[in-house]
Structures are given as structure tokens and as C-alpha cells.
């Protein structure tokens, strides 16, 4: 069984910045991508970045730009630094990963971001 625990979240003015971090703890043999979603109040949990082992990258067009996800495999971290934030990002985010045969969840971490 694999853990993950996020943190960073909080409050925060349009415009500001914030860093979002995720550690998995367990059962870990091998992990695979690694992630961030979020979801938003009435909508439904949404890709925001992905990272694979390798560095490779892949981001949603609405955060392209301000937001930037990393990962440090010996520790088997994954980050998303989040600049220029808007209110339209405020929504629990929540990390993910994935292994060969299983994905996993964070708990989330609320992001709130004030006009």
C-alpha cells in the first residue's frame, strides 16, 4: 500500500504564489507518472500537470505557463510550484500516482485564492 500526503495549500491573493508538495510513503517498488488534479467547487476533479520519471512534462492549457511540476525520484517527491495565481484556481488539489498496477490519491490540499 502506497500513501500519499500533500501539503502547501492555503489562502492567497490573485497574483501570488504558492508550492504544493507530495510525498508517498509504503509499499513503493516502482512509481510511474506522477500528478497533480484539482476540483473545484461543482465541477469535476480536473488534470493539471503530470510528470514522468524521466522529467517529461505535460500541463493543462489553463495553467500553462504559471504553473510548473517537478519530482525527485529518491525521495519519491512531486511538486507543483504555482505562480500568478487567479481565482479561478481556488479548488482542492490533490496529488497522484501511479505504479504498474495500481493509482493512488492524496487526501487533497485546498488552494483559495482572494480577488
Known amino acids: 500500500q502506497v500513501q500519499l500526503v500533500e501539503s502547501g495549500g492555503g489562502l492567497v491573493q490573485a497574483g501570488g504564489s504558492l508550492r504544493l508538495s507530495c510525498a508517498a510513503s509504503?509499499?513503493?517498488?516502482?512509481?510511474?507518472?506522477m500528478g497533480w488534479y484539482r476540483q473545484a467547487p461543482g465541477k469535476q476533479r480536473e488534470l493539471v500537470a503530470l510528470?514522468?520519471?524521466?522529467?517529461?512534462?505535460n500541463y493543462a492549457d489553463s495553467v500553462k505557463g504559471r504553473f510548473t511540476i517537478s519530482r525527485d525520484n529518491a525521495k519519491n517527491t512531486v511538486h507543483l510550484q504555482i505562480y500568478s495565481l487567479k481565482p479561478e484556481d481556488t479548488a482542492v488539489y490533490y496529488c497522484?500516482?501511479?505504479?504498474?498496477?495500481?493509482?493512488?490519491w492524496g487526501q487533497g490540499t485546498q488552494v483559495t485564492v482572494s480577488s
Open positions: 510528470i514522468t520519471p524521466g522529467g517529461t512534462t
Open positions: 497522484n500516482a501511479q505504479t504498474s498496477m495500481y493509482s493512488y
Open positions: 509504503g509499499r513503493i517498488v516502482s512509481m510511474n507518472t
